[in-house]
């Protein structure tokens, strides 16, 4: 087994002039929990972009499951299995939950018809069903269009689309940013039930009580560069540390200043 599921080498993104992501040095075990933290504009969206094949690197390395990989698009890396819930959530909301959850990889059945596929609704009924009993999330109807569900209802189907197919890497960008209480506890189940799973998970959040009950370290961007690198769990880590890295405060050792 390799010894990262995730890791990325002098990763940079520059959008002319503008330096959105410089030399991201990271790396993930399997299983492992991380969660991304950092002000607005500090490179924390622009890191998951490229990870998930959304925009094209300006230099530096990705490596997947040890192996170099360059993503043409979030279906590339979906098909490597890497599964990612943005802020945007990415649904058809003229479509019902099972063919949101299929979208681009349907079930089909009598395939001996050649170029002809015929969707197998049933299977995919069945196993949106089975998925969403995995992760707890509760779709009073899933024929219902996404159009017609409530923001909670729409987030836990985009999260239950990326845990329904036991990717390799799960990516959730500010997941529970515009949820209630209980929709938010209802998340935060879905990724403990990953942990448990041995499932490894990359969380962006500003939610400083979300990210110490759920993750195992914390890596910090600041200004278009990673700043820290803190083991949560090892260390006596605390809300305020981080918020010192976040703010410019402080910088770990070993990390370039980016102030």
């Keep these: 087994m390799n010894d990262y599921i995730l890791e990325t080498r002098d ?29 607005n504009g500090a490179g924390k969206s622009t890191f998951v972009r490229q990870i998930t094949g959304v925009e094209s690197r300006t230099r530096g390395e990705i490596l997947f499951d040890g ?12 098909e490597a299995g890497i599964e990612t819930v943005f802020q945007t959530l990415a649904l058809a909301d003229d479509l019902d939950v099972p063919d949101n959850l299929f979208l681009g990889r349907e079930i089909t059945k009598w395939n001996f018809l050649g170029p002809f596929r015929v969707l197998d609704y049933k299977a995919m009924r069945q196993a949106t069903l089975e998925g969403l009993e995995r992760t707890a999330v509760k779709i009073p109807n899933i024929k219902n269009s996404i159009r017609n569900m409530s923001g909670g209802q729409r987030q836990c189907v985009a999260i239950a689309r990326t845990a329904t197919f036991h990717s390799k890497l799960t990516i959730m960008d500010e997941p529970t940013a ?27 959040s500003h939610n400083m009580r979300q990210v110490f009950d759920l993750v195992d370290r914390v890596v910090v961007f600041r200004r278009g560069r990673i700043c820290a690198d803190l083991d949560i769990k090892a260390e006596k880590i605390t809300g305020e540390d981080v918020v010192s890295y976040i703010t410019g405060a402080r910088t770990q050792a070993g990390f370039e200043d980016a102030a």
């Design 11 to 39: 990763l940079t993104k520059h959008y002319g002039g503008v330096h959105a992501l410089e030399g991201a040095n990271f790396k993930l075990r399997p299983g492992e929990h991380i969660a991304i933290m950092g002000d």
């Design 67 to 78: 192996k170099p990989v360059r993503f043409d698009g979030p279906l590339d890396a979906r």
């Design 178 to 204: 515009a949820l209630g209480v209980q929709e938010t506890a209802q998340v935060e189940n879905i990724i403990r039930t990953l942990k448990e799973a041995g499932e490894p998970l990359i969380l962006v």
